[in-house]
C-alpha cells in the first residue's frame, strides 16, 4: 500500500468507481444489501426513505471492496444529489471527489 492510499477505514483502501455514470443502482423501493456490506440481522432499506437512503450510501461507500459492489447499489445522478449530505470519513469523501471533480461543486 502506497503513502497516497486512501483508506476507508483501517487497512481498506477506499475503491472508487472509473465514472459515475458506471453507477447503475437502484433509485428507489427495497434494496437489501449482503451481509458482506451490512452485518446487521436486517439489512434492506427502503430508498424511498430519505434516512435509510443516505445511510444505505455511506455504508456501501465505506465498506464495498469490488466495482460491481458499487455498481449494483449506488445510481451516479442520485449520488451527486445526495453528495453533500452524506457523513462519510473523510479519505472516502476526499477519494471519491479526486476522482470526480463534480461531487466537490455538488
Same mark, same amino acid.
Request: aromatic share 8%; charged share 25%.
Given at each position: 500500500?502506497?503513502?497516497?492510499?486512501?483508506? %476507508?477505514?483501517?487497512?481498506?483502501? +477506499?475503491? @472508487?468507481?472509473?465514472?459515475?455514470?458506471?453507477?447503475?443502482?437502484?433509485?428507489?423501493?427495497?434494496?437489501?444489501?449482503?451481509?458482506?456490506?451490512?452485518?446487521?440481522? @436486517?439489512?434492506?432499506?427502503?430508498?424511498?426513505?430519505?434516512?435509510?437512503?443516505?445511510?444505505?450510501?455511506?455504508? +456501501?461507500?465505506?465498506? %464495498?471492496?469490488? +466495482?460491481?459492489?458499487?455498481?449494483?447499489?449506488?445510481?451516479?445522478?442520485?449520488? +451527486?444529489?445526495?453528495?453533500?449530505?452524506?457523513?462519510?470519513?473523510?479519505? @472516502?469523501? %476526499?477519494?471519491?471527489?479526486?476522482?470526480?471533480?463534480?461531487?466537490?461543486?455538488?
Amino acid at each position: 500500500m502506497s503513502a497516497q492510499t486512501l483508506l %476507508a477505514r483501517p487497512h481498506r483502501p +477506499v475503491l @472508487v468507481a472509473g465514472t459515475l455514470t458506471e453507477l447503475a443502482g437502484p433509485t428507489r423501493g427495497i434494496v437489501e444489501l449482503p451481509l458482506r456490506l451490512w452485518w446487521n440481522p @436486517v439489512r434492506t432499506f427502503d430508498l424511498d426513505e430519505p434516512t435509510m437512503l443516505s445511510w444505505m450510501y455511506e455504508n +456501501v461507500l465505506r465498506e %464495498a471492496i469490488r +466495482v460491481d459492489e458499487l455498481r449494483s447499489y449506488l445510481n451516479g445522478p442520485l449520488l +451527486v444529489r445526495l453528495w453533500p449530505q452524506l457523513n462519510l470519513p473523510r479519505a @472516502v469523501r %476526499a477519494a471519491w471527489e479526486a476522482r470526480h471533480p463534480r461531487l466537490r461543486h455538488a
